[in-house]
Nanobody, 123 residues
Framework: QVQLVESGGGLAQAGGSLNVSCAAS????????MAWFRQAPGKEREFVAA????????WYGNAVKGRFVVSKGAAQYTSFLQMHNLQPADTAVYYC????????????????WGQGTQVTVSS
């Protein structure tokens, strides 16, 4: 059974940092591409970042480029998202997603999703 489990997140002040991680199981780890999305109340799910299958390449959404860093664990089954210089606009539920197919900035391209973890940034 495929499972993606996020952890981390929480509350931060503007300008601060938080980390979130995603542990995958039940997946062929060397064939999976992993990504992060976020969704704020009343808004569509937004692409945040993604890593290629070997973890050698990263892509970022325009809103987080230069502030967030995505990486994969050495064992490939974990994705990490380091969030720096957080702003109130970063407040959202952050989701880990995975796909056996081509990595995409579109949420509809991902077959597997975690339950989400809340990140709240106060001004």
């Amino acid at each position: 059974q495929v499972q993606l489990v996020e952890s981390g997140g929480g509350l931060a002040q503007a300008g601060g940092s938080l980390n979130v991680s995603c542990a995958a199981s039940g997946i062929d780890l060397y064939k999976i591409g992993m990504a992060w999305f976020r969704q704020a109340p009343g808004k569509e799910r937004e692409f945040v970042a993604a890593t290629s299958r070997p973890g050698l390449s990263q892509w970022y959404g325009n809103a987080v480029k230069g502030r967030f860093v995505v990486s994969k664990g050495a064992a490939q089954y974990t994705s990490f998202l380091q969030m720096h210089n957080l702003q109130p606009a970063d407040t959202a539920v952050y989701y880990c997603a995975a796909t056996y197919y081509t990595l995409s900035r579109g949420a509809q391209s991902y077959e597997f999703w975690g339950q989400g973890t809340q990140v709240t940034v106060s001004s």
